[in-house]
């Protein structure tokens, strides 16, 4: 699959999104590597597989393998992570974050890209997954390896119309033509 066929399988009701897809993954504050690592990584993690197939083909001739390799990696590590610190962030328990939180995280020290490009993979992921501690903790990191509150808002803007996308193509697949005629 496309980007133009996702764009085509997107409804009516979902143009802002369709317009949205191709503005955001232009190069803007960020770089190709930053753009289409965020993309990829933003698609793994809401888990849509016409999405992810999308935007995969479109990656691949944009991305190096291990840039590749290394948004799905941030996928993979933020899927465990977002979780794992979303539940000490919100737990009204005092004390779970001064417990180490014993889970291999050995990707994050060395990601087989630039660490600033990975923090940003990371960043997107935790944004769609809505982990606070997370996203608080991948902005400063970001910040502080050089990037600029606009390439932040990039990476996040790829996120939230990357998510957007996947949960349309899912209330589609999940309401079917008859629904969707039904409740017109």
Not at 53 to 60: D, Q, S
Not at 176 to 182: F, L, V
Request: hydrophobic letters at 50%; proline letters at 3%; glycine letters at 6%.
């Amino acid at each position: 699959m496309s980007l133009d066929s996702l764009k085509s399988a997107l409804p009516d009701y979902a143009k802002d999104i369709k317009l949205n897809l191709s503005s955001v993954l232009t190069a803007g504050a960020l770089s190709e590597q930053q753009v289409w690592g965020a993309a990829l990584a933003s698609a793994i993690a809401a888990r849509n597989e016409q999405v992810t197939r999308a935007i995969a083909a479109e990656a691949a001739g944009k991305l190096s393998p291990e840039a590749a390799t290394a948004a799905k990696a941030a996928a993979a590590i933020m899927a465990m992570n977002n979780v794992y610190y979303r539940f000490v962030h919100l737990t009204p328990k005092a004390g779970y974050g001064q417990l180490p939180a014993r889970l291999r995280m050995n990707v994050i020290a060395n990601p087989g890209v630039d660490k600033l490009d990975f923090e940003l993979f990371s960043l997107a992921v935790s944004a769609v997954n809505g982990c606070g501690l997370c996203i608080e903790s991948h902005e400063h990191e970001v910040l502080q390896k050089g990037a600029t509150k606009q390439q932040v808002q990039d990476a996040v803007r790829i996120a939230a119309v990357i998510h957007a996308a996947a949960t349309v193509l899912e209330a589609e697949a999940a309401l079917g033509p008859a629904q969707i005629a039904a409740a017109a």
